[in-house]
Every structure is written in structure tokens, then in C-alpha cells.
């Protein structure tokens, strides 16, 4: 059982460039979360989906954008990549995320992007 | 603002000591409350999580955690602390948001190092 997989491991980008960081899971999760990692930070949600076909904007929103066309694939999606966008990137999954949730999330391994 | 706080950034400690991880909190109505580890360039690993019922949980790893009310935390502890325990820790909280949906709020870590 592979969980969550995360692709690539890593990344250096030049700035202005379109990125696409690409998370599966195999647990057929409802819900799945996009969170960027930053020192002294914490995690910070950028992006969630609570089921395929919605998705919900999290705190840092901006410069990302995420789609949801299926149960296992949550791609997350720089257009225009920049410095600030530096970070560990985690993608997550619960079995559901609806109000009446109270499952845990797991997590994949991460990716460690670079905007140069 | 609903939040989560870790005060300490590092916590130190003898292998074979106790060990405490502070949390605190600040939300509306009954919070769902979670521990999570995260060892050297990995994803975060659930530890446990608190729901309701019986104040003291117990997780993974021999590790456990109170809720207090009152005082609003939600300590992490482990009788004898292992070097093998030196990771970083993180607390979340379930929250609702102003749309109504639920999301995930993290504390901004605390590393813990157990010292041979």
C-alpha cells in the first residue's frame, strides 16, 4: 500500500516558469489538502477538497491554483512561479472532510521546491 | 482568530527522562485536537488525536497527551523519552471556517531532541 505519493521529490524553477506538483493517493480518501512548509511557519493549508469535483481555497491561496477531477489526483499548479513560492509542499488526505469529520490526515513525503 | 500555539521552540531532554510538548489553543466549541511527528525529510506521521471522552489519549510510540479545558491544552508526554524520539512535533486543531467547512489549523512546530 503506497498512501500518498508526491512527485517530484524535488525541484529547482526559474522564476516565471509553470509548475505542476502531482499527488495521488491510494486510499480512496474523499477529502485531500495541499500545505506548504516554512520555517518558524509551520504548515500553512494553501488549497483542500473536501470530494472530487469541488475544491475550497485554504490560507495562502494566492498563486496557486488546484483541480479535482477524480478520488486519487490532487495536482497543484504554479502558473507563474516566484521566490516567495520557495518551500516543502505537502499533500494530505482524510477520509472525508465534511462537518461531521473527525479523521486524521496523512500525509505524503513532500516536495521541495526552488524558485530561483 | 482561532489558533494554536507551540511556546517552545526546542525542548530538550536526557534519553530515559519525561518528556512534555506544550500546546495550547484558541477556538469556538469543542475542538478536535491532533499530534503529529515528523522526522528528517519526511511527511508528518499521525501520533494521536483527541475527539472527546476520556481526557488522557493515548497514541503511537508510547506517547500521550492530556486535554485540559480549562487551561485550553493539549500537552503531548512520554514517560521515558528515546533518542529515536528527536523529531519535530507538531499540534493541530480542527476548526471551522467562515464558509462553514472544516480545515486543519498546525502549530509552527516544536523540535524536540533527546540527548544520549
Known amino acids: 500500500i503506497a498512501g500518498i505519493t508526491q512527485a517530484p521529490t524535488s525541484q529547482i524553477l526559474a522564476a516565471g516558469r509553470r509548475m505542476t506538483l502531482r499527488c495521488t493517493q491510494d486510499?480512496?480518501?474523499?477529502?485531500m489538502y495541499w500545505y506548504r512548509q516554512d520555517l518558524g511557519l509551520g504548515l500553512r493549508l494553501i488549497h483542500y477538497s473536501n470530494t472530487a469535483g469541488t475544491t475550497g481555497k485554504g490560507e495562502v491561496p494566492d498563486g496557486y491554483s488546484v483541480s479535482r477531477a477524480n478520488t486519487d489526483d490532487f495536482p497543484l499548479t504554479l502558473a507563474s512561479a516566484v521566490p516567495s513560492q520557495t518551500s516543502v509542499y505537502f499533500c494530505?488526505?482524510?477520509?472525508?472532510?465534511?462537518?461531521?469529520?473527525?479523521?486524521?490526515?496523512?500525509f505524503g513525503p513532500g516536495t521541495r521546491l526552488t524558485v530561483l | 482568530a482561532q489558533s494554536v500555539a507551540q511556546p517552545e521552540d526546542q525542548v530538550n531532554v536526557a534519553e530515559g527522562n519525561p518528556l512534555t510538548v506544550k500546546c495550547t489553543y484558541s477556538v469556538s466549541g469543542n475542538p478536535y485536537l491532533f499530534w503529529y511527528v515528523q522526522y528528517p525529510n519526511r511527511g508528518l506521521q499521525f501520533l494521536l488525536k483527541?475527539?472527546?471522552?476520556?481526557?488522557l489519549v493515548k497514541g503511537s510510540y508510547g506517547f500521550e497527551a492530556e486535554f485540559n479545558k480549562s487551561q485550553t491544552s493539549f500537552h503531548l508526554k512520554k514517560p521515558s523519552a528515546l533518542v529515536s524520539d528527536s523529531a519535530l512535533y507538531f499540534c493541530a486543531v480542527r476548526v471551522r471556517s467562515t464558509s462553514g467547512t472544516y480545515k486543519y489549523i498546525f502549530g509552527t512546530g516544536t523540535r524536540l531532541k533527546v540527548l544520549a
Open positions: 494530505a488526505s482524510s477520509a472525508s472532510g465534511g462537518s461531521t469529520s473527525t479523521d486524521t490526515q496523512y
Open positions: 483527541y475527539i472527546t471522552g476520556d481526557n
Open positions: 486510499m480512496r480518501h474523499n477529502a
